[in-house]
């Protein structure tokens, strides 16, 4: 995929560029334990479609779906866990509020339970709802 920042040189608008190009994020994952929440984990942003968990100590959060700032259904989002230690990945509440299930690799998480994406492993994450991701992890 090409980089946002290349689709804008050849004359693309902002805007399409965003929704077309990709930019990779390096990020600490935050302090949140296996079941922290948001508050502590490292945001994940609407545009972040690659993420590479470079350093840090346990979480990341996907972003809200929907809303002004949130990302769209369909969306995909990568997370790279290039640490030395697991990382657990949590789901925002959608916009009115509601827990958001994350569901993949056998299991469904919700709340403030997330999947855990561990050392050298790359996941997918596609929401498919506002009130769900699907995500699909290598091993």
Known sequence: MAQKTDLMGLGLPAA??????????VVTAG????????GSATQ??????????ATGTSSVCLPTVGGATGCLVGDEFVVINAGSTAINVFAQPNPAGTAVTIIGSGASQSGTTGTIVSTLTAASFRPYTSTAWGSIKNS
């Open 16 to 25: 399409l560029a965003n929704l077309q190009g990709v930019t990779a994020r």
């Open 31 to 38: 302090a949140g334990g296996t079941s922290a929440f948001q």
């Open 44 to 53: 994940i942003g609407a545009s972040d479609y690659l993420v590479i968990v």
